[in-house]
């Protein structure tokens, strides 16, 4: 009963539309899409790519120097 009255205070200052009931939730993905697992994947390589770049490099200047 006191969240009844508590809404319907809400409701009457105008404040009600601002907060979301159980019904407007609207239920997530089980499991993200192909489009982010292709994003994450392109990061991870190119995230090894420039691991590898700069660890060759590194290799290199000691070999020279």
Known sequence: MGLLALDIVLQLLG???HIPRFDDFR???AAPGPGIIRILAAMV????VLSLSV???VWLAIEIF
Do not use: C, D, L
């Open 15 to 17: 404040v009600r539309g």
């Open 27 to 29: 239920p997530a993905p």
């Open 45 to 48: 390589a190119v995230f090894a």
């Open 55 to 57: 660890w060759a490099m």
